[in-house]
C-alpha cells in the first residue's frame, strides 16, 4: 500500500512540473470594459485558471475595469460574493486597474470601489492598454 502511496504522490507531483513547465513566463492583460454579471463573473474565472496553470510566480495578470465594468466594483462594496473573487485573485497577485476618465464619467471617486487603491488607476483606460501591450503584456478580452 505505502508503495502504491508513494506512486501516486510521484506522479502528482511530476503532473504539476510538467503542467508549470509547459508555459513560458507571461504577462497579461485582461480587458473588462462591459457590465453583464455573467460575463464579468467568467472572466474572472479565466483569470484564476489562468493563475492555476501557470503558478502566480509565472505569470503578471493585469486587468483593466473602466466603462460599465466599473458598476461591478461598486456593488463589490456591499456584496461578498464579489468581494471574495476580487479578494481571491488580489492575493494571487492581480491587480485591477480602474480608468480615472470612467470615475470622472460616473461621478464619484475611488472610495466608491471596493478596495481600489490610487496606485490602481489610470488617467485613462485604453492608452493604458495599449501602454501595456507595448511594455510586453499580451492582450486578453474574454
Do not use: W
Amino acid at each position: 500500500m505505502k508503495t502504491i502511496f508513494t506512486a501516486l504522490l510521484t506522479l502528482l507531483i511530476s503532473q504539476s512540473l510538467i503542467a508549470a513547465e509547459q508555459y513560458q513566463e507571461q504577462k497579461v492583460l485582461y480587458h473588462v470594459n462591459y457590465h453583464e454579471q455573467f460575463r464579468i463573473s467568467e472572466t474572472l474565472v479565466n483569470v484564476a485558471n489562468h493563475l492555476e496553470a501557470l503558478g502566480e510566480e509565472r505569470v503578471d495578470i493585469k486587468v483593466m475595469m473602466h466603462g460599465k465594468a466599473v458598476e461591478y466594483l461598486i456593488e463589490a462594496v456591499k456584496d461578498e460574493g464579489k468581494q471574495m473573487q476580487l479578494d481571491s485573485l488580489r492575493m494571487s497577485g492581480v491587480q485591477f486597474l480602474v480608468c480615472g476618465n470612467t470615475l470622472n464619467g460616473y461621478n464619484i471617486t475611488l472610495d466608491d470601489l471596493y478596495e481600489v487603491e490610487a496606485e490602481d488607476m489610470v488617467q485613462a483606460g485604453l492608452p493604458a492598454i495599449v501602454d501595456l501591450q507595448q511594455k510586453g503584456y499580451i492582450y486578453v478580452r474574454p
